[in-house]
């Protein structure tokens, strides 16, 4: 028979649910073996949905640990069980998938990864899901051929579809803010194209809120500009928005000294136009998931060969704490106005920097 | 000073109208010294747009033809009359470029270009506006250079944008109807781009009137689709509508051995997108003037070149004719239901066939 | 347990063997438990990629529909075996997905069709795979809704990447030619929009050997034009190619009198953008696979569920064969260079269409 | 006869030559009667193109600023005669037409502004040509009219293409540097969209040198990045380049609380598209004029309308300024490494800010 690798997602709210069908149904080297989450709707849904397929359901996620075979856990839960479960799981011998963000504090996300390192025989990753999108990919293959040369000017910017309701208010406390939470993709991205290895050079942003004036209270805005520069002559600028009309508009280009590619610059839903009186119009994608769906799934189907085969990860943990300092310093630049500077070793420079830490 | 040549405009309909703001305002090399109209309307305008800058003013055709000096007149008033000006005018020796068409009827059509072979001083031309855009002109000059191979396929298609009044109704009792009337631009493109001495094989068409009932009395429809084979092994097909919801589109590719080019297959009003909740949105295009407004203003100036410096037409009358008797021969497989077929020198097959002239 | 419905497939050439990936990893409410192919290379490629999750492996098409619990059969071998095997399968008492056509043979389908009746508890289905297209789900949807008004004209196209080699050659001979064998695909979709009792009034069809010269013995072309008008004022116009140098571009417009929907009319592989010296660029899907994978994905699931559930089928095998015939007789009219002509009932009328069947 | 406005252009260099050619030809109420050039060169050119139709040749900008009846004058030389030509224009009671920019000395141009203000009879005007784009005064429109709520984050490009030479770096010594030379123009169309009264909250920019290092000794970069941030909660943030591979790549977004409007987001030179085995490929605008030509030729008109009949020019000659201002702040940030702010009243605030002006 073959051999499947044993799995067991801790979570089921709207993510989570969606990581344990994918692992159930879309991932065939993988076996969904359990289940867990404190709340009782989230169990009731998984009695219909997973049990009858064989999934053990559990409220407490160190019992879910306990089960037999585990190999390795989806951490999905709420952002503050991030890091202590990943932990756990890490030091139970598991390989762990943990959601993004490990915590929205830089420090808890170091420790992470501290951890993470004393198992290098452990799968341990983010989730950083456009890393698997078949558009990013085919982008990074043409930039790694050099096809536009040498990347020189990064543009991101994650844009969400505007809410009818509160809930970009709600989740600002616990989500880091704008820039910790949506931007931490674009500067991922940024990472990525640039090389893991740049260092940054300087760090600004600014914001407002238009639409959620209840973000301020967390230091939070609806719309936030930031550029971070990078030693060596690389630029990256974000743009992260909680307002869009038209939908989830993500989108990042990535200007070479010899050519330019851009993904999803044209969004769309799919291949359809409507003609009509008003003109010529397209839907787009409305949420995350809408636009990145087959990116979750091949990431879970990836993550599942590199623990199955000790295969390489295709991006090391370490990025995505970096990642999470440099959201962290723009939120931080947002909120007091202040441009921050680094040396070329990535120390903080001058009194105004102290806010900030070592990038 | 500078030598211009002296223009007279026959008709200020609203083609006419144009013509002569082209010919007063858009084009250096002319001077708009006369212009005739019967209508008083169109006359009054005249008073205020024309005369104030020197043009003369005419009701009567024939009394404009005499005034002295024009070298130049542009036939633009109602289709019926475009021949018979058209012949006076070069029995007059002057250049003439008429509106488009020369006659809804091939014979008189014919006649025309009968007269002006008897004068090849003088420059005659019919007004394919198309030939003058820049867009196509990119196309064919790509085709030309090989770009795509050997044309075979070419797919063509005139729409107009509904109207919620009669106004096509009325249209097509003196329009000829619409292959003779819409599909003839295609057409042309087609000889064109496939040779000007391209014989036709096989003529079909078949419509419906899906909004204009009132168009079945003059055997005309609103949607026509229609098959025209030439020997040699290439195949044009054609599209109009009188109905298009969303403005004027008018679109063409060009399929060869080794590539295609599309002219308008995207077509926008001007470079901006508007995103909102229902998607993302572009107008277009709502006119045939809108569309090829750049078109008809290099049209006067290539017009006025060719008659200045004795220089080539960039196509012949011959073609225009030839245009128009296959527009024709579709408007009556149309009619007739039936498929005609032709030989390699052009001339109708079979008892079918009969009802055709020589292609 | 969760039940699954227990699928055999018949075939592992190209398409056989991406059905049995499709139902062994992507069809969560199937499982896969029999294949069978008369090659060894086939029963090979089994061993290694189906043998070890359990599937077992037959040369014999008979004894596989022996195989005990066997509920659906894919059948998905050589064309000429699909309605043998189609037929066998059903009075076995198994559900039947059969690849399409069928048959080439518009009396051998009708054939399949006829045994399907006497089994109306099983379902029997034919893999028109652009029905269960994500773009074109939305249009119908769409259409259905009335935002086009009523569907007038329909244009769709089946254009395949050109190959250097003579693959189309050889392929023309077993596959029907390009209006049955591509253009069906349209034929299809012009049913499903008009309505699947639309009745054929009349048939027209050209085309060209532009690059496969070897395609004229088989009485094919590389490229062909078709129209099809239907009783009620609707008209279907077709074109199938196969030397498209940018890819696999299907497409479809769908004309209303309030609006036009169109389908990938603005191909694209994925969301990245190249702009380079030359212009802006971007790629296309480059096989009918590329365009249409997720769409066979859900073939596969639906089928599953119609028959785990007694669920109704998403369009009915009749329309399959109606789609067939009209394929032949517009490859007939290619053949001939006559238009056929129907009565209201579909009869053929004339001496020129004795040569067709009734549709 | 008709009135014409008498118009002299002072300076025959690329541009001023196009504006020669828009008052003699494209511009129906102006009449070109002067122009004058220190180069010979310059004279030789117009000795054959402009002096047949009558216009009056000058090597000395004094004496063609006595040529008799002048009314309006283009100023259209070199950069460091703007100012000095437009005041002495001014005074002689002459309507100005100064190319961009007054100056690029903030107190020469504030100078200009000053004597302007004192012959309020006079239209004093500089040239933003994308003020007369057709599709930034629709975005404008639309936005004016409330179609996507109150405009909040204004991005905006100016991109050249990449030159094989040093004409850049040279460039830069008169131009000014890239904020003031080529964003200067996406500051306007900010202050246009988010009002001319718009207060500077904060300032700051990044750039580097990637492929013209002989930038850096003019302080000078070839990409740069800066975000303005205004009071009341609006954002502008501007990228400009001297390297596109692909062309003249100026965009626009403006995105307000209910809706986005793009200006070429996806730029196109014309409406062919190119299918071939690499892509689908489009070619875009080269230069600045090819863009904006008609902009050019519509600013002429309209310049010349205003001075007829004594009408309102669409902007104000302080916002220049103003934009300049902006611009020259950029650069200086970008210099300097700082941010700077500014208080509510347009301000420098803090030590770091001295070293920029008052906005």
Redesign the interface.
Known sequence: ??RKLQVAVSGLGRMGARHAINY???T?RAELVAVCDPDPKAIAWAKTRLE???VTLYTSFDEMLAHPGIEAVIVAGITTEHAPQSIKAIKAGKHVLCEKPLSTDVDISQGVLDVAKQYPQLKVMTGFSRRFD??YR??WQ?AEAG??G?P??F?SQTCDKYRDDDYFIGYSKTSGSIFVDASVHDIDLALWFFGANSIVK?V?A??????YQGLKQHGDVD?G?G?V?FWG???A?F?A?R????GQ?DMTEV?G???????????T????????????????AQTYWDRFEPAFVRESNEFTEACLDDGALPFRLAGAVQALKIGSALQESLRS???F?FDETGHPMGEKSAETAKL
Chains 1, 2, 3, 4 share one sequence.
């Open positions: 028979m073959v159930l149904e879309r065939p009858p397929s064989g078949q558009s085919n982008a043409k096809d536009i040498r020189v000017v543009r300087s600004s600014v914001g407002t809120c238009a639409r719309n500009v550029i520069e002559g690389k630029i600028y743009y928005c307002m869009m009309a038209v508009h200007i000294t010899h050519g330019k590619l851009t993904i999803n610059a044209n969004p839903h799919d291949l359809v136009e409507h003609h009509e009186a008003s003109g010529i119009r397209r839907e787009i106005g202040k441009k500077l």
